[in-house]
């Protein structure tokens, strides 16, 4: 039997595609913990929303991502948003929507980005801003240097020029 949060994820994402004029499959599955990522029993279980672009043109998928991934990010803050909405703690889920790779792309980018920004740190000893990071890319950043016990992050300023500092623990 699927998963019940599994399953509601898969058809939210396969009917909005088809309210879109894009109907697509829609593969689901349970990503497994970051490394690093501390005390996985308090989030809640995350799943990957994968749209099948088989039978998807380029154009669909271009505009499906958007600029700088802005329109798989609006989709999935709604899948999250709506899937989410008036249910228990306990049957909460965190959705990640992938298209063509891009989300796997990306991950390796910010990933590349983190490791700079902790190199740059430690040779400066200063402060390193990241900007043009998503609210998730932020957090994956913070996920991804608890690895460094000798580095801190947090976020400062506003929405939408909020960004991310590293530096070394003082």
């Avoid at 099948?52 to 043109?57: A, F, G, H």
């Avoid at 590349?112 to 957090?139: F, H, P, T, W, Y």
Wanted: aromatic content about 6%; hydrophobic content about 35%.
């Amino acid at each position: 039997m699927i998963e019940p949060r599994i399953q509601r994820g898969q058809e939210w994402l396969r009917l909005l595609l088809q309210l879109m004029g894009v109907p697509s499959e829609v593969k689901a599955e349970l990503e497994t913990p970051i490394q690093g990522s501390n005390s996985p029993q308090e989030e809640p279980d995350s799943y990957w929303l994968t749209i099948d672009e088989t039978n998807l043109t380029d154009e669909q998928i271009g505009v499906l991502i958007g600029a700088d991934g802005n329109v798989l990010d609006a989709i999935q803050y709604l899948a999250n948003a709506s899937l989410n909405l008036n249910q228990t703690q306990e049957q909460q889920a965190s959705y990640t929507v992938e298209l063509d790779g891009y989300r796997v792309r990306r991950q390796a980018e910010i990933q590349q980005i983190a490791e700079n920004a902790a190199q740059d740190a430690r040779a400066s000893g200063q402060e390193v801003e990241i900007k043009s990071l998503s609210s998730a890319e932020r957090r994956q950043v913070h996920t991804f240097m608890k690895n460094f016990p000798d580095l801190e992050t947090f976020s400062k300023g506003k929405e939408p020029h909020r960004h991310l500092v590293v530096r070394q623990v003082p």
